[in-house]
């Protein structure tokens, strides 16, 4: 069942050079009293869009403007899923805390241990590039 209550999720959507000069953003926003917060954007050499955001509002809304966005050929990947982390490679030596500004990689005082929570991941990738062993990994996005 879809509930009413706040929801919000960091996405990130990949797009044609014909939506780029659509202002599908503004819809979602009105259509569907979405708030979002664009967290990265880029528009490449052959026009093509990328955006990373995080989107809020009640859940039944976030779907209908998820729906929205798909309906117009807009591809969207759940940035929860794109980085992963190698518990087993992972040492806890702490380098990648530093460079994580959304504090989705941190040190647990008690245990001493880098926790990672991925639902607060931007997919900025600057973890995927100090990890001294590899552990942090990025998936499907590229260097976007
Ligand atoms: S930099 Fe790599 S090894 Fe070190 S804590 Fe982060 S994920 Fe683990
Ligand atoms: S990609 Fe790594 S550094 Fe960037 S927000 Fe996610 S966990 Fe933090």
């Not at 967290?39 to 989107?55: D, Q, V, Y």
């Not at 995927?128 to 499907?140: H, I």
Request: hydrophobic share 35%; proline share 3%.
């Amino acid at each position: 069942m879809v509930s009413s209550k706040q929801y919000s999720k960091i996405i990130s959507l990949h797009f044609s050079p014909d939506v780029v000069r659509r202002p599908m953003m503004y819809n979602l926003a009105k259509q569907f009293d979405l708030t979002f917060n664009i967290l990265k954007a880029r528009i490449s050499p052959r026009e093509e869009g990328h955006m990373t955001l995080e989107l809020s509002g009640k859940e039944e809304d976030y779907k209908k403007g998820i729906s929205y966005l798909q309906e117009h050929g807009i591809s969207i990947q759940d940035v929860a899923q794109s980085i992963t982390r190698d518990e087993e490679s992972c040492t806890h030596c702490g380098l990648c805390t530093a460079l994580c500004l959304v504090r989705a990689l941190w040190l647990d005082e008690e245990s001493r241990k880098v926790l990672f929570d991925n639902n607060k991941c931007t997919a900025c990738s600057m973890c995927t590039r100090v990890c001294p062993v590899g552990a942090m990994n990025s998936e499907a996005n590229g260097d976007f």
